[in-house]
Nanobody, 127 residues
Framework: VQFVESGGDLVQPGDSLQLTCKTSGFGPDSVAIGWYRQPSGKECELVAAITGDGRLTKYSDSVKGRFFISRGNPKNIVTLEMNNLKAEDTAVYYC?????????????????????WGQGTPVTVSS
């Protein structure tokens, strides 16, 4: 099982960015995927998730209305469109199976399903 994230960059407040997650090693239709983020010195946060069939999505309050998650074709590609970025969106972004998170200090110490994490992709929002 692998998760490969890409698309992170240094952007200015108000800019948009699209992150891409490529999954492998499991049937993409059967697993809900979430985008998690790890701000420096703060807890891991699940910001968006999408079901295996792509029909249902959910967002954290901190990104609702600004971020949009979708599945591509093929379905093992999951994108996160981020709009009107703010300084507080600065973090390393990871994708993984979606699971209830609770309070987790480090995303990579949490095991949603497969016991593995990708390298993540850093997003920095700064003027």
């Amino acid at each position: 099982v692998q998760f490969v994230e890409s698309g992170g960059d240094l952007v200015q407040p108000g800019d948009s960015l699209q992150l891409t997650c490529k999954t492998s090693g499991f049937g993409p239709d059967s697993v809900a995927i979430g985008w998690y983020r790890q701000p420096s010195g703060k807890e891991c946060e699940l910001v968006a998730a999408i079901t295996g069939d792509g029909r249902l999505t959910k967002y954290s309050d901190s990104v609702k209305g600004r971020f949009f998650i979708s599945r591509g074709n093929p379905k093992n590609i999951v994108t996160l469109e981020m709009n009107n970025l703010k300084a507080e969106d600065t973090a390393v972004y990871y994708c993984n199976a979606e699971a209830p998170l609770g309070h987790v200090s480090q995303c990579t110490n949490f095991d949603p399903a497969f016991g593995t994490w990708g390298q993540g992709t850093p997003v920095t929002v700064s003027s």
